[in-house]
């Protein structure tokens, strides 16, 4: 190394180390604090990009993230289009095309609704429906068990929550009395099939309740689209309750394999989420292939036989937990999402670690995910999972434990 070189070298690490000092000292104390206690109590989180293992964590359920077919279709249609890239705007503005009005009708008419919205993501659609919708002297009944989107969107409306025991419906009918103060609406708000536990709302009851007491439900089917009902059309259509629920929202970015989100509801809700939710209004547009992509892969979940081949990895994997004794450590679950409780934050990681060694990527969930004291290991079942992965799985499983 010539001298000019390395006297260039010594000016290059000078300025590394000025920059990693500067930074340091300009991260804020109180949040530097906050990560070295999530260090300290084993629940720090860090970002995975190996995903070569056998698949039991994802939320592509039905694998359409890699159906070709799809992704053909998509491909094929979108060279019809200039915009091939991105959408150049809100949908307010320049970023509304007639294809994404044209899903849209499909969509309302798949879901048997009005009308249907397309939001960029599931996140972005119960922010924006929950933020919107709520006004100041109502109130909004949530299960405690909601997931951050709808907590975060409730957050933001104008109206007073309160949270109701998970699935308790009689929970339900107390905070109602105790809270409702006339004049006022009353929104219920559930999610089909929960998150993390993978159970479903008892929502015949929960409709019940609400059409007595002229309140407005609302139905999160994430984990229920494209797993529940005919096509996949989610667990308020397998149940026959699409009438009696309010708005419905539906994620794209789970078994329908894509990204987006569509809220269904009546012709009135779209009209004022189109004025009134900040996350549709305020952003750009979703680009016409994920449009493309939503329409080809509702248009191949009324054809597929992923569905039937979910249904029966679900059944083989709950019958294997039977035969193994697995069961009681399991939360019961009719879904795709099958969890096993261990409480123990160190056990956790380390069995997980165990089984993702073998070869099996199954996630450890931790608090603030769940709450502490309910860790748990998060089986997510797939059409395209084998039985002989599944029993060596929980065979593995089974010897950790």
């Known amino acids: 190394m010539g001298r000019l070189e390395s006297l260039q070298h010594k000016k290059a690490i000078s300025k590394l180390g000025f920059f990693l000092y500067f930074s340091h000292m300009n991260f804020p104390g109180k949040l530097n604090n906050k990560l070295i206690k999530r260090k300290i109590s084993n629940h720090f989180r860090a970002l995975d990009s190996h995903h070569e293992l056998i698949d039991f964590s994802s939320n592509d359920y039905l694998g359409f993230s890699k159906n070709a077919h799809i992704s053909l279709n998509a491909s094929l249609t979108l060279t019809q289009f200039p915009h091939l890239n991105g959408s150049t705007g809100s949908r307010l503005l320049s970023g509304n095309h007639w294809l994404h009005e044209e899903v849209e009708n499909e969509l309302a008419l798949f879901f048997n609704a009005s009308s249907a919205l397309i939001f960029n993501s599931g996140y972005d659609a119960n922010v924006g429906l929950l933020s919107a919708v709520p006004q100041h002297g109502d109130i909004v009944l949530f299960d405690e068990l909601c997931h951050a989107s709808i907590r975060d969107g409730i957050r933001l409306s104008h109206a007073k929550a309160y949270s109701f025991k998970h699935n308790d419906v009689n929970d339900l009918v107390k905070k109602y009395a105790n809270t409702y103060i006339s004049g006022g609406t ?13 159970d ?10 609400c059409k007595k007491n002229a309140c407005y439900l609302i139905v999160d089917e994430a984990h229920a689209t494209g797993v529940f009902g005919e096509f996949g059309k989610g667990m308020t259509a397998e149940l026959g309750l699409e009438t009696g629920v309010f708005a419905r929202v539906h994620t794209f970015g789970k078994a329908v394999g894509c990204h987006g989100a569509v809220v269904v509801g009546p012709k009135e809700l779209k009209d004022y989420l189109v004025n009134y939710a900040h996350s549709f209004i305020y952003t750009t547009s979703l680009p016409l292939h994920s449009i493309l992509t939503i329409k080809y892969a509702i248009k191949e979940l009324q054809s597929t036989a992923e569905l039937n081949k979910l ?13 193994l004794g697995l069961k009681k450590i399991f939360i019961d679950s009719e879904s795709a999402i099958q969890s096993c409780l261990i409480p123990n934050v160190s056990k956790i990681k380390e069995i997980g670690q165990n089984i993702r060694l073998q070869g099996y990527d199954v996630k450890a969930i931790l608090s603030p995910t769940v709450p502490e004291g309910k860790e748990r290991l998060r089986f997510c079942i797939h ?11 929980l065979r593995l499983l089974s010897a950790l434990v």
Do not use: W
């Open 200 to 209: 479903a709302a008892p929502l015949k009851s929960i409709v019940d309740f």
């Open 186 to 198: 009353a929104y219920v708000v559930a999610e089909s099939v929960y998150s993390m536990d993978g």
């Open 383 to 393: 059409s395209y999972n084998s039985a002989i992965e599944m029993k060596a799985c």
């Open 311 to 323: 249904e029966t990895n679900i059944a083989f994997f709950r019958n294997e937990l039977q035969a």
